[in-house]
């Protein structure tokens, strides 16, 4: 599980690690910021919406807790997609769908009406265009892949920060009405970025041998045999549990800072902080994760970040003034873009490019349990004791149960991992002594044909080298 798997994707195409994967990562970065930042941007204009419906404040949360139940939820559907018809077209179909959604809800005249297109349309456009971007990624990046998914990742930030001052300014200037319609239009450059994830193509004289192998995997819509992989299983575990914290203290941190007794602006500016902090968090760790001593070992990185997210909630637990919360938005932010940087990467890790896509489906749809879970039981534990540091020590608590979940689950598959392959290999070393042995002056002539006819046909594979996606390095 700990290991990095080195293949070279469905196709059988070594990936460029730069190139066209460039304009690839571009891409991503801008699916990524507009699906992790649009349901917070959102939110913008609740005030509104509770005036026009005569609507509490919860019934507009509604809005942005729909679009990431179908981020989430619906990874399945986006693998199974993805398998059947690629990145390109379900990106593109994504586009169109989260576009549609705010555009039509521009134009509706109840709340449930936007719960259909602003919440469960533009969220599983959204989706859709979400997780092929970041398998567009991992088939285009292998060396450089850990700095390509802290660059991608740096969008979240970044988006957070510009679409939630532009709505505000929508607001004022048009209306939520108007405010939907130019963001469904802005959303439409997610087509612009689906037509950048070009398919890559396969050698022309290794089709021939290859196309049975690529059949069999097209077939499978949604590859079930990821649950077989112990490391994969160990990981949706951790994710799962680390999900029902990681997203508390964002949530409550601006509530926390005005039952402090501080001004909305400056609670407010408590999330800019962060989200300051989190842009240039996450580049410097994808660029630490791809340094070659720390790559093998990227998922004890990964637990390690995961243990620094949940110390800094247990000890903004104890922040009693501004300071303190200032001072846990950096550590916070610090810890959370690592978080963000770290988690894919560490699955592409484990189950390499060919299950990928069925995986980070399998493992979207477990996440989204707990991020329904999560926050609303955060806040029935506020209402019943009416105590901040209570949210954050539970939030701080799950988070460091699942970096050990994670790092002690990893060391035991490792070690398991590290004897079968020793007795293997001994045990085909020895089958290959005996053969020799028994070998008669013709089978070497033939064997020596074979070594001959092998370096003629190399030189025709490119200088590329083809791995298997089950070998682990």
Same mark, same amino acid.
């Given at each position: 599980?700990?290991?990095?798997?080195?293949?070279?994707?469905?196709?059988?195409?070594?990936?460029?690690?730069?190139?066209?994967?460039?304009?690839?990562?571009?891409?991503?970065?801008?699916?990524?910021?507009?699906?992790?930042?649009?349901?917070?941007?959102?939110?913008?204009?609740?005030?509104?919406?509770?005036?026009?419906?005569?609507?509490?404040?919860?019934?507009?949360?509604?809005?942005?807790?729909?679009?990431?139940?179908?981020?989430?939820?619906?990874?399945?559907?986006?693998?199974?997609?993805?398998?059947?018809?690629?990145?390109?077209?379900?990106?593109?179909?994504?586009?169109?769908?989260?576009?549609?959604?705010?555009?039509?809800?521009? =134009?509706?005249?109840?709340?449930?009406? /936007? +719960?259909?297109? %602003?919440?469960? $349309?533009?969220? @599983? #456009? !959204?989706?859709?265009?979400?997780?092929?971007?970041?398998?567009?990624?991992?088939?285009?990046?292998?060396?450089?892949?850990?700095?390509?998914?802290?660059?991608?990742?740096?969008?979240?930030?970044?988006?957070?920060?510009?679409?939630?001052?532009?709505?505000?300014?929508?607001?004022?200037?048009?209306?939520?009405?108007?405010?939907?319609?130019?963001?469904?239009?802005?959303?439409?450059?997610?087509?612009?970025?689906?037509?950048?994830?070009?398919?890559?193509?396969?050698?022309?004289?290794?089709?021939?041998?290859?196309?049975?192998?690529?059949?069999?995997?097209?077939?499978?819509?949604?590859?079930?045999?990821? =649950?077989?992989?112990?490391?994969?299983? /160990? +990981?949706?575990? %951790?994710?799962? $549990?680390?999900? @029902? #914290? !990681?997203?508390?203290?964002?949530?409550?941190?601006?509530?926390?800072?005005?039952?402090?007794?501080?001004?909305?602006?400056?609670?407010?500016?408590?999330?800019?902080?962060?989200?300051?902090?989190?842009?240039?968090?996450?580049?410097?760790?994808?660029?630490?994760?791809?340094?070659?001593?720390?790559?093998?070992?990227?998922?004890?990185?990964?637990?390690?970040?995961?243990?620094?997210?949940?110390?800094?909630?247990?000890?903004?637990?104890?922040?009693?003034?501004?300071?303190?919360?200032?001072?846990?938005?950096?550590?916070?932010?610090?810890?959370?873009?690592?978080?963000?940087?770290?988690?894919?990467?560490?699955?592409?890790?484990?189950?390499?490019?060919?299950?990928?896509?069925?995986?980070?489906?399998?493992? @979207?749809?477990?996440?989204?349990?707990?991020?329904?879970?999560?926050?609303?039981?955060?806040?029935?534990?506020?209402?019943?004791?009416?105590?901040?540091?209570?949210?954050?020590?539970?939030?701080?608590?799950?988070?460091t149960t699942s970096a050990l979940v994670l790092a002690l689950?990893?060391?035991?598959?490792?070690?398991?991992?590290?004897?079968?392959?020793?007795?293997?290999?001994?045990?085909?070393?020895?089958?290959?002594?005996?053969?020799?042995?028994?070998?008669?002056?013709?089978?070497?002539?033939?064997?020596?044909?074979?070594?001959?006819?092998?370096?003629?046909?190399?030189?025709?594979?490119?200088?590329?080298?083809?791995?298997?996606?089950?070998?682990?390095?």
């Amino acid at each position: 599980m700990g290991a990095v798997v080195a293949d070279d994707g469905p196709s059988g195409v070594k990936a460029p690690d730069g190139g066209w994967g460039w304009a690839v990562l571009f891409g991503c970065f801008i699916i990524t910021g507009f699906s992790y930042a649009f349901p917070k941007a959102v939110s913008v204009f609740f005030k509104e919406l509770i005036r026009e419906f005569g609507i509490g404040y919860s019934d507009t949360a509604w809005i942005s807790s729909i679009l990431l139940a179908m981020l989430y939820g619906t990874g399945p559907l986006c693998s199974v997609c993805v398998n059947r018809f690629g990145c390109r077209p379900v990106m593109l179909v994504g586009g169109l769908f989260a576009s549609m959604g705010m555009v039509i809800a521009s =134009f509706c005249t109840s709340i449930v009406q /936007i +719960y259909l297109t %602003a919440g469960v $349309i533009t969220g @599983l #456009g !959204l989706a859709l265009n979400f997780q092929p971007s970041l398998i567009m990624l991992n088939r285009y990046f292998d060396k450089r892949r850990p700095l390509a998914n802290g660059l991608s990742a740096a969008g979240s930030p970044v988006f957070l920060c510009a679409l939630s001052p532009l709505g505000q300014i929508l607001q004022h200037e048009y209306g939520w009405r108007g405010g939907f319609l130019i963001l469904g239009g802005m959303l439409l450059n997610c087509c612009v970025c689906g037509a950048l994830m070009r398919p890559l193509e396969p050698p022309k004289k290794s089709e021939d041998t290859k196309e049975p192998a690529e059949k069999k995997v097209k077939k499978k819509l949604l590859d079930f045999s990821v =649950f077989k992989d112990g490391g994969f299983v /160990i +990981y949706a575990l %951790a994710a799962s $549990i680390m999900v @029902l #914290g !990681l997203f508390v203290p964002p949530v409550f941190v601006v509530s926390y800072a005005k039952d402090l007794g501080y001004h909305d602006t400056k609670a407010a500016f408590l999330l800019t902080i962060l989200g300051f902090i989190d842009i240039f968090a996450r580049p410097i760790c994808g660029m630490v994760a791809g340094l070659k001593w720390v790559r093998p070992r990227c998922v004890y990185l990964f637990s390690f970040a995961m243990i620094f997210n949940g110390f800094t909630d247990l000890m903004g637990s104890m922040s009693a003034d501004y300071g303190g919360l200032v001072v846990f938005c950096i550590f916070f932010g610090i810890s959370y873009g690592m978080v963000g940087a770290l988690q894919f990467e560490v699955l592409m890790a484990i189950v390499g490019t060919q299950k990928f896509s069925s995986a980070i489906g399998l493992v @979207l749809l477990a996440e989204a349990m707990a991020v329904l879970i999560g926050p609303p039981s955060a806040g029935k534990l506020l209402d019943a004791t009416g105590r901040y540091m209570f949210v954050f020590i539970i939030a701080g608590i799950e988070v460091t149960t699942s970096a050990l979940v994670l790092a002690l689950g990893n060391f035991f598959c490792i070690k398991k991992k590290s004897e079968e392959p020793h007795t293997k290999e001994e045990a085909a070393e020895r089958e290959e002594l005996n053969k020799s042995e028994d070998k008669t002056p013709e089978d070497a002539k033939v064997d020596s044909i074979e070594v001959e006819q092998f370096l003629k046909d190399e030189p025709e594979k490119n200088g590329e080298v083809v791995t298997n996606p089950e070998t682990c390095v």
